[in-house]
Nanobody, 123 residues
Framework: QVQLVESGGGLVQAGGSLRLSCAAS????????MAWFRQAPGKEREFVSV???????YYEDSVKGRFTISRDNAKNTVSLQMNSLKPEDTAVYFC?????????????????WGQGTQVTVSS
C-alpha cells in the first residue's frame, strides 16, 4: 500500500515560483510512474506532468518550459518545480502513482492519490 502526501502549495504572485513535493511510503517507489494532476474549481481533473521509472518525463502543453518534474528514489519523493506561474495555474495539485506505469495522462489509471495541495497564483 502506497500513501502519498503533497506539500509545498501556497499563495504566490504571477511570475513567481513554487516547488511541490510528494512524499511516498512503501518499499517499491522506484517501480511507480509518478504524476501530478490539478483540479480547478468547476473543472475536471487534468494531467500536468509525469515521470516514469526510467525518468522519462511528459508535460501538458500549457506547462512545458515552466514546470519541471523530478524524482528522488532514495528519498521516496517526487517534486514539481513550477516557475513563471500564471493565475490559470491556480488549482489543487495532486500527486498520483501508477505501479509499473508507462506514464499515461489519464487519471483513471493511477491507483494511489495524495490529498492535494492548494496552489493559488494572484495577478
Amino acid at each position: 500500500q502506497v500513501q502519498l502526501v503533497e506539500s509545498g502549495g501556497g499563495l504566490v504572485q504571477a511570475g513567481g515560483s513554487l516547488r511541490l513535493s510528494c512524499a511516498a511510503s512503501g518499499r517499491t517507489f522506484s517501480n511507480y510512474a509518478m504524476a501530478w494532476f490539478r483540479q480547478a474549481p468547476g473543472k475536471e481533473r487534468e494531467f500536468v506532468s509525469v515521470i516514469n521509472y526510467i525518468r522519462t518525463t511528459y508535460y501538458e502543453d500549457s506547462v512545458k518550459g515552466r514546470f519541471t518534474i523530478s524524482r528522488d528514489n532514495a528519498k521516496n519523493t517526487v517534486s514539481l518545480q513550477m516557475n513563471s506561474l500564471k493565475p490559470e495555474d491556480t488549482a489543487v495539485y495532486f500527486c498520483a502513482a501508477d505501479y509499473l506505469g508507462l506514464g499515461r495522462r489519464e487519471s483513471i489509471v493511477y491507483e494511489y492519490w495524495g490529498q492535494g495541495t492548494q496552489v493559488t497564483v494572484s495577478s
